[in-house]
């Protein structure tokens, strides 16, 4: 995968320690990445590098998460377990294609997903 390994660890680990609640740590992280995305999007002819990086690191989050929610010690409802392994699956099938250089596509759904995501952070925050 191209683009730092680590990248999602340690900008959890840096956000935990200036944010506290998961919940917002998800939500900044995903904020992040998100703005990224929608960035190189727009600049995807001119700057290929940073478009490839930004859905590396994209991709690198939501292989995160599809591995955590696998696990049999995550607490979250088992339907909504599977809608976020379902959303994992998703986004790595099209960004995957995407890296191809299949430019039928566009990081569009990737970034809609994201901030579906975030809207559903921000309301379990506020509960």
């Known amino acids: 995968m191209?683009?730092?390994?680590?990248?999602?660890?340690?900008?959890?680990?840096?956000?935990?320690?200036?944010?506290?609640?998961p919940r917002s740590v998800?939500?900044?992280?995903?904020?992040?990445?998100?703005?990224a995305l929608t960035t190189a999007e727009e600049n995807r002819s001119h700057n290929h590098s940073s478009y490839i990086d930004a859905l590396s690191r994209n991709l690198e989050l939501w292989t995160t998460l599809g591995a955590d929610v696998s696990s049999n010690e995550n607490a979250l409802p088992a339907a909504l377990r599977g809608q976020i392994f379902y959303l994992f699956e998703f986004t790595q099938h099209h960004t995957k294609r995407l890296l191809s250089g299949d430019t039928s596509l566009s990081a569009e759904p990737l970034i809609e997903i994201n901030r579906n995501v975030m809207t559903g952070l921000n309301a379990a925050t506020s509960e």
Do not use: D, H, I, P
């Not at 660890?9 to 320690?17: H, M, Q, V």
């Open 2 to 21: 191209v683009g730092n390994t680590n990248f999602v660890r340690r900008a959890y680990e840096t956000s935990a320690k200036s944010t506290g609640t």
């Open 26 to 35: 998800e939500y900044n992280l995903f904020l992040r990445l998100t703005g």
